[in-house]
């Protein structure tokens, strides 16, 4: 059980290029969650899916962020033209159930995002 | 609005001292609190849950609904509990929040 698996773990960037963050949940595991930590601050919840579905992206930037997370494959976060303020960990957790249940989040080692 | 305050960034202390990391909390309703511990070059991870009053690795938690604190607790410091400590109420719903987290260093 390989657990939660995020690539890259580290991802440099220029302004105005598009970042791409993947997230494997725990095998059977169908709710994933993005979670956004800016230097000196505490974990920023972005988004909840469910396969193929959006559930929760109240936390998500108006514009420039997406996420998606197919019938078959990871998760994807995307950031399209990055700016210097998207430089963050980027951390992904995943839960058997979800949807108003408190069960425990399992988290992945995260993606560091550098925009130069 | 949904808060939770962890006051102290840092916090160091010698082998064998107790330890409290405090966390505070603002949530209307009965919210359920968890505390994540991250060590070093490992991921984020669950420690305890005050619904199932357990003690993990030593620590304990209780939660004081009068003072809205959820403060972690632990009699006798050990090395190996340097690590981030993450507050994270969850007000019923599946989205926990999580504080800016306490740095516990413990000095042999």
């Known amino acids: 059980n390989a657990g939660v698996m995020q690539n890259p773990r580290h991802l440099v960037r220029r302004r105005g290029q598009e970042a791409r963050l993947r997230c494997s949940p725990v095998k059977g595991h169908s709710h994933v969650y993005w979670y956004r930590q800016l230097p000196e601050e505490g974990l920023k919840f972005m988004v909840y899916l469910q396969k193929e579905n959006i559930i929760d992206e109240s936390g998500m930037p108006k514009e420039r962020f997406s996420a998606e997370f197919p019938k078959e494959g990871p998760s994807i976060l995307r950031i399209q033209q990055v700016v210097r303020g998207d430089s963050a960990a980027y951390f992904c957790?995943?839960?058997?159930?979800?949807?108003?249940?408190?069960?425990?989040?399992?988290f992945g080692p995260g993606t560091r995002l550098t925009v130069l | 609005a949904q808060r939770v305050t962890q006051p102290e960034k840092l916090l160091s202390v010698f082998k064998g001292a107790p330890v409290e990391l405090k966390c505070n909390y603002s949530y209307s309703g009965s919210p359920e609190l968890f505390w994540y511990v991250q060590y070093s070059r490992q991921r984020l991870q669950l420690l305890l849950r005050h619904i199932s009053r357990e003690s993990i690795k030593g620590f304990t938690a209780d939660l004081n609904k009068g003072e809205t604190s959820f403060h972690l607790k632990k009699p006798f410091a050990q090395e190996e509990d340097s690590a981030m400590y993450y507050c994270?109420?969850?007000?019923?719903?599946?989205?926990?929040?999580f504080g800016r987290g306490t740095s516990l260093i413990v000095h042999p």
């Open positions: 994270a109420p969850n007000g019923g719903s599946y989205i926990p929040t």
């Open positions: 957790a995943s839960s058997p159930i979800g949807g108003g249940s408190t069960d425990t989040q399992y």
